[in-house]
C-alpha cells in the first residue's frame, strides 16, 4: 500500500468522525449563530493564517533551495535536539530560514527572566502589586526585554545557518548583511507578537499561545509522513505499527488531559452577614488546587539545562549526555522536571496569601483555624498533590525518547507523544475551548461536552 494512501485515509477517517459528530455539527451551528463569537474565531483563523504565510515568507539574500526537504541541513535539524524542537515551535520557519525564523521564543525568554525578576527585584514586586498599570508596565519591560533578547539571537542565528550552509548566502556573510537579516529577524518577531496582542483583544483565545500551538500543529502532518515513509521502508507490519503508534498518541493525549484538568478542590466556608434586608456570605466555596500548576514550565527549564553539557564538547561528561535517547540524559531530565515542579509551584503558589484573602472576605476552611493553621493546611495539601503531579510531568517529558528508543519513531514525530509540544498544545486547546464555551453558555446554547461544560476547568 502506497504511504501517502495511507495518510491520506488517515486525515479523511478524523474528517469523518469528526462530521458524523451530531454535538459537533450542532455546536459549529450555534457558533456560527452568535455574531460576536463568529467574528472573534474568524479573525482569528485570519490572523493565524497570516502567521503561517509568514512562516515560508525567505530572508531576502538567502537561497531557500538550499534549505528545501531533503538537503544536508534539513536532516542535520532534524538531528539536533534543540534546533529541531526550535523548527517545532516555529512551524518550520526556522528551518526555512523565514522573516519569522525566531518566532515568539525570545519573547518567552524575556517574560520568564521578567517574571524572575518579579521574585528577586523589589521594583518588579511593586509592578506586580499596582494592579492593571503594574501589568502595563510589566509588557513594556518585556518587550524592551525581548528586542535585547532578539539583538543577541539574531546574529547567533545567521552565524550557525552560516555555519550550516554557507552556500545558501546569496550576498556572503558580511556585517552589512548580518545587519540587515537581524533587523529583519527582530520585525518578524515584533510582529508576531502584534498578531498575539490583537488575537487575544478581538479573537478568541490567548494570542501568544495559539501562535506556538498552530506552530506545533503545522508540523503534525509533515512528522506522520516521515513517520509513514520509515514504517514502509520495512518488510513487514508497518500498516500494523502505523496503527499502535496512532493508538498509543490518542492514549497519551487523553492521560495529558486529565494532568491538565486534575484538581483538588479545598472547600471554603463564608460567614454569614445580614446588611439591612439583605444576606451575604453564608456559602460554600471551592478553591481549585492544580495538580500541575507549574503547567509546561518545569520541561522548559528542564530542558535548557539539559544543553549545558553539549558546551563541554569531547569529554566523557559531554558523550553521557548526547543522545537524547540515553539513560542518563533522561533520569536527568526526569530528576530536573521533578525538581523544577516544586520549585516553579512554589513560586506561583502562595498559601499565605490565599489565607489572608480568605481572611479579609470572612472565608475559612471547615475544621482548620484561620491564620498560620490555614497557610499550613493548603501548604500540605500543595505538597501531596504536586509529588504525582511532577512524575507524571516527569514520564511525559521523557516520552519522546521512549519512543524513539522503543518503538522506533522517527524523532519528528515522537516530539508529538510528550514534552512541551503535547502539554503546549493540549493546554491551549482546552483553554481555547473554555472560552468558546463561555460565549455559547451565555447564549443559553449547550456548552462543548455533554453535560455543558468543560470539567475541571475554572
Known sequence: MNQYLVVGIVFIVVIALLATNKKLVETLKNIYKIEELRKRVLYTIGLLLVYRLGSFVVIPGINPNALGEGSAYASQLEGNG?????????????????????????????????????????????????????????????RFLTIIVLIIQGPAYIANLYHQVPGAFVYGNSFGFVAYATTILIAGTMFIMWLGEKITDKGIGNGISLIIMIGIVARLPHALLAEVNARFQTATGSAIMLILELILLFLVFMATIALVQAVRKVPVQYAKRIVGNKQYGGVRQYIPLKMNAANVMPIIFAQALMF???????????????????????????????????????????????????????????????????????????????????????????????????????????YFYGGTSLLIMVGVVLDTLKQIESYLLMRHYDGLMKTGRIQGRH
Open 308 to 414: 549545558i553539557p553539549a558546551l563541554f564538547s569531547g569529554t566523557a561528561f559531554a558523550a553521557a549526555f548526547s543522545s537524547m535517547t540515553g539513560f542518563w540524559y533522561n533520569f536527568t531530565l526526569a530528576v530536573l522536571v521533578i525538581a523544577f515542579t516544586y520549585f516553579y509551584t512554589a513560586i506561583i503558589i502562595n498559601p499565605q496569601m490565599m489565607a489572608d484573602d480568605m481572611k479579609r472576605n470572612g472565608g475559612f476552611i471547615p475544621g482548620v483555624k484561620p491564620g498560620k493553621q490555614t497557610v499550613n493546611y493548603i501548604d500540605t495539601i500543595m505538597t501531596r498533590i504536586t509529588l504525582p503531579g511532577s512524575f507524571f510531568l516527569a514520564i511525559v517529558a521523557i516520552l519522546p525518547a521512549l519512543a524513539m528508543k522503543f518503538l522506533g519513531i522517527q524523532q519528528s514525530f515522537a
Open 82 to 142: 534543540l534546533l529541531g524542537l526550535l523548527n517545532v515551535f516555529s512551524g518550520g520557519a526556522f528551518g526555512n530560514a523565514a522573516i519569522f525564523a525566531l518566532g515568539v521564543m525570545p519573547y518567552i525568554t524575556a517574560s520568564i527572566i521578567i517574571q524572575l525578576m518579579g521574585m528577586m527585584i523589589p521594583y518588579f514586586q511593586k509592578m506586580q502589586k499596582e494592579g492593571e498599570s503594574g501589568r502595563r508596565k510589566m509588557n513594556q519591560w518585556t
